[in-house]
């Protein structure tokens, strides 16, 4: 957990240096801190997880995906990096930031979670062709949950 002392001294320096964003991984653990226009920073601390994930029942037969491949928990993804609300656009008259059949880099913006009023853009992390959207457009996820499919390319 960070300490309020160095919570300070990070906003200090975004402040004194105008900065937009500020974004720090130590190990497991993340801060994020954005803030729009001259407003006090916003911070979104994610500490690495306590807790191990429960068991996975197993599959029944032939429960694999429709498209006959692996079923999602098995084949390559993006998870989310977060708790939040899922929107695959910038707004409700864009298109969505990626849709099945796109290929995405790395770098790619694939959609984003909004957690306490924050947007946050989620990247691919990887190169491939999206196979399969499993969120809907405004659906709260949770952290770790398999955003998208990806068959790597």
């Given at each position: 957990m960070i300490d309020l002392k160095t919570l300070r001294s990070l906003i200090k320096l975004m402040v004194d240096n105008d900065l937009s964003e500020l974004d720090l991984?130590?190990?497991d653990e993340t801060v994020a801190m954005k803030r729009a226009g001259h407003g006090a920073p916003v911070v979104m601390h994610q500490p690495a997880p306590h807790y191990a994930p429960p068991p996975m029942a197993p599959a029944a037969p032939g429960a694999a995906s429709a498209g006959g491949g692996a079923a999602p928990e098995d084949a390559p993804g993006i998870e989310s990096p977060m708790v939040g609300?899922?929107?695959s656009a910038a707004d409700p008259d864009s298109p969505p930031f990626v849709s099945v059949g796109d290929s995405v880099g790395p770098d790619t913006v694939v959609c984003i979670i909004e957690a306490m009023k924050v947007f946050n853009e989620v990247k691919a992390g990887m190169s491939g062709v999206v196979e399969?959207?499993?969120?809907e457009n405004a659906e709260p996820v949770e952290f770790g949950q398999k955003l998208f499919v990806i068959r790597p390319s």
């Open positions: 991984r130590d190990g609300t899922f929107y399969r959207v499993l969120v």
